[in-house]
């Protein structure tokens, strides 16, 4: 019987984070008041400069009270477009965690299944634009 | 020189319409507070049940005041959600629409940069977790 | 080490359905032959109202005759369908469920390579077409 | 104002073929019933050995009588798994090659209707699917 | 609790091959230097047909020493296109087996770290390259 | 007959950039050796912020030399890497204008040929992968 699907290099331990990891570590805690660094980051450490550069357009992006930014969207609504993303790409990993975050916020169960009703919906609408080929509607010059 | 890509059926004109269809066209037009009927619909009305189908489905999740549903997004969020998975999908016609669609219900040119950087940032990470095949994190029991 | 993959809710069991959840599941059960109702419409039974949009669109593409209507397709082709969508998207609870119904309709296995390997091509030539940006060649008007 | 998008590459026109793309020119030429080569394959003609990679796998899948082949699908039927996999992937070139395919295969716009409509369906509830992260259900093992 | 998800067919074990499929599976071992045949290849052996084609025009293009083929690019660079395709299609088999290739073909977990940095930045500019439906360059005539 | 498909929002133009956005735009033509700011950064400067978060990382990932950084990869294969992504994705401004830097990078039209052979043999071996749900080999543990 095989194995169960493992990533497939070995997520960095935080104990054993030093230097620049073991900062942005930290910073990723507190930032997203976690008691613990998700394998994501974990991952992304054995690159120490990928990890950064993607831990700075995450945490300015999503967390933009923390790099002095002001956001037009709120949290929920940055994390409800995190989640139509993956669910849309049916990225397994980010789909669970970005589920727990919505959920954290207030979204409730029944709350979830209409946005994932929309994110359904839209899907199909995609296909059949692009399966009938439908050229763009004449829409009023750009303002 | 070939031809630009046109739809591969040719669409139902407005004035053409009778019967269900006919029914159809006129309560998008007054749903969608529209002046026309969009190029979508049309084109679906070559099959008028699957026309029926789709537009019950699209009326009862993002105009749902018009089915006496009540709704727990507002409907920047369900526009904003189309626009995130048409754009995540690369769908021309759908994300010229949607993108008109959040523009009517206020979202300005830099809002909308927002709003696309957080779709632009986790078709990366999706990419990302993928790539690597990371294994979720232990989350807490479902409640 | 991780726990394996997860529903993010979890599946309303068919013992505890009420009202409108229980007889959907009812007509599932009836409408497609089984003797449980797959997990799929156990998790969207979360929001009853979304619950009841898809059943509804499903039965009348995938059961026309269940609803009166008369398909242009037979069973089996309208499940091939499902499954060469499945596979493109990479859908595991699809591609399993959509694989386990084609074999139930008689497809034996080497006619499920057959599928999939035009499947494979077609996947294969769309990331050609795309990738070398080719031009639509000038097809006679439509009829 | 911009160009109109292009082929990256110049296609090689029909008259100035030689050698073994005039032979696989005349090949599809005569295979597929046409009376002129597809831009697709007069792209891939600029490096010649890809060409007759993709043309004998597309020939031996898609016109399996011409290489002595016998297949348990019938011509329309392989057609329309094409189309869907095209319009799930949003392949413009495609979609259209495959449209006219399946026209003159004899599937009339209503049925063209009948087919992306199940093509939508599925990609809604593949999103919906990989959206809740939901488990495969437990099936009977394999014959 | 559901079983861990399992491929849809039975592979076909290596000491149950004769005939076509047997060649085949020694020819993988020989021309990959491994010591087993791989799932996906004993997968597509349900389908004999289907196994020569993929193995055929996969040797061609990834094993060109093989086939008296001279290639333009080195091992290393078409593993790197492997593994970022598959990446970006989040399928999980050929994610684990193209990595592996990798790093038998020396790149470090450091380096796939940058390989993979591309992948995700280029998902990013692609998704928001569609989301505003940017147009093309106007870039100089084709050589 | 309906407008070509266009941007969704005005791009800047070059002319009228200032501050920030005319600092990038220089930097954008310095590092990349162009005589014009291509219209994907002329969009993102709708949003300034986005320009500078999007142009960084590109800068450090695909002009390391500019940032001081050294990479383990030469410049064709990140531009080869970058083109796999966006034929995969099929987004169309991103597929020509990598076509035309691994063009400038001195790669010549056949090939590019190999590259997308190699692309599209990935993304149908991919659908083959997801569409029989190919559980992983067991692979050596990770060093």
Redesign the interface.
Known sequence: M??????????VPEESATGKVAEIFADIKATKKLS?V???WR??A??P??LE??WT??K???HPEAVG?T???DPL??E?????????????????????AVRKLG?D???????????????????????????????PP?D
């Open positions: 095989a194995e169960p699907r493992v990533a497939t290099v070995r997520p613990f998700p394998a994501f991952v992304l054995t690159n400069d990928h550069l993607v357009r995450l300015t992006l999503m930014r956001s037009r969207l609504t940055r409800i477009i995190a989640l139509a993303v993956s669910a849309t790409n049916g990225c397994a990993y980010c789909t669970s965690s970005h589920t727990a979204l169960v029944e709350a979830l299944g209409e946005v994932l009703a929309i994110v359904g919906l839209f899907n199909s609408t995609n296909a059949l634009a692009d399966g009938y080929q439908i050229e763009p509607d004449v829409l750009l």
